[in-house]
């Protein structure tokens, strides 16, 4: 899978200077059945507008089967780490401040993220607490399928 735009951090100064600048674009992701149904084993969640194809394009107001917006939640740490490698010692998931999504997400969809930084804050033991803004864009729709605050630590 290939990278739009890349730029790897090697130190705080580097995440810093990513404040503000021009989003990063990941490289596109196809969402296939085989992941959707393997997420809904995973979560215990088959509800029918991401499991039943038959019945999704019957009774959905989207046309078909759906991936689970928790599934294009679960996309970003490998979309942000292929987009923004980092040589640190260690990186954490952090949380997230705020989560929509937008617009639902056909299975068989390819999707991408476009990443920028919103903050970058010292935290105790040497390291640096970075706000994403995170936006999750499907092929073909105009709307981003979610946005999220995405919230990570590194110590380099």
Not at 9 to 21: F, H, M, Q
Not at 41 to 46: E, L, S
Not at 115 to 136: C, L, Y
Request: glycine share 10%; proline share 5%; charged share 20%.
């Amino acid at each position: 899978m290939s990278v739009v735009a890349a730029v790897e951090i090697a130190d705080v100064a580097a995440l810093r200077a990513l404040v503000g600048a021009q989003p990063l674009l990941s490289g596109w992701r196809t969402l296939s059945e085989a992941s959707v149904l393997g997420f809904a084993d995973a979560t215990d969640d088959h509800q029918w507008i991401h499991v039943d194809a038959e019945r999704a394009r019957r009774e959905s107001p989207f046309g078909g089967p759906i991936a689970h917006g928790f599934l294009t939640l679960s996309l970003v740490p490998a979309l942000l780490a292929e987009t923004v490698p980092m040589r640190q010692r260690m990186g954490v998931n952090y949380g997230l401040n705020r989560v929509r999504f937008t617009s639902p997400v056909p299975v068989g969809s390819r999707v991408r993220a476009r990443i920028g930084v919103k903050e970058v804050s010292d935290v105790e033991g040497g390291g640096a607490q970075v706000v994403w803004d995170v936006g999750i864009e499907c092929e073909g729709s105009e709307r981003p399928a979610c946005v999220a605050e995405f919230i990570t630590r590194h110590y380099f």
